[in-house]
Every structure is written in C-alpha cells, then in structure tokens.
C-alpha cells in the first residue's frame, strides 16, 4: 500500500508504506497547490491543482491522462466505488464527475 502528499510547489509525494521507501515525486505545476486521492483500488492516484486533474500510475510513477483545464481545483476527492470525484475550488464551487468519461455532472 501507498500513502501520497501534495505540496504547494507544484509536486505529490508518493511512498510505500511498508518501508516508508519515497516511490516517486510527480511534478505536476510550478508553484501550484496539488491535492491528491488514490482511486478505490489503489492503482491509481489523483492529483488536483488550480489548471487540471491528472491520474497516474502508482507502480510506475506515470501519467496516464489528464482532464479538466483551468478549473482552480483546491481539493479532490473519490467515491468508494471509484464511479465518482468530486472536486472544490478556491471559489467555493462543488462539481461531481463521472470517473470514466471525465465529464462534469454536477
């Protein structure tokens, strides 16, 4: 299993946690703060920031896609299933999307 950290530096910190072994540092943005959530099987690990959201690789530490521009993300989150996230901003706006087609729902 995996623990991850987003920093306002525009990097998520990824570690095992069986050793406490740093795995990788994924370098999202300059100077941007990330928050990030590991999808329900582990697999895969979100990261958020004010232009995107990204999902990467936790094994191998790489980009798989990038979704949503420009959308001034302060936090992210996953629902259990993984069908769902559900993001916030700096301006107080909630948006649920849909996982698979990365589209807004509400």
């Known amino acids: 299993s995996h623990i991850a950290i987003g920093t306002w530096h525009g990097e998520a910190s990824l570690w095992e946690t069986k050793t406490g072994k740093l795995r990788h540092i994924l370098k999202i943005a300059d100077n941007n703060s990330i928050d990030v959530a590991f999808t329900y099987d582990g ?11 990204s999902l990467w ?8 896609r990038s979704f949503g521009e420009a959308l001034s993300i302060s936090s992210i989150d996953m629902s259990p299933k993984a069908f769902h996230l559900l993001t916030g901003t700096l301006y107080e706006k909630r948006t649920i999307w849909e996982f698979t087609t990365r589209q807004s729902i509400g």
């Open 57 to 64: 690789n936790v094994e191998t530490g790489s980009h798989i």
């Open 43 to 53: 697999y895969q690990l979100l990261t958020a920031n004010w232009d995107s959201m």
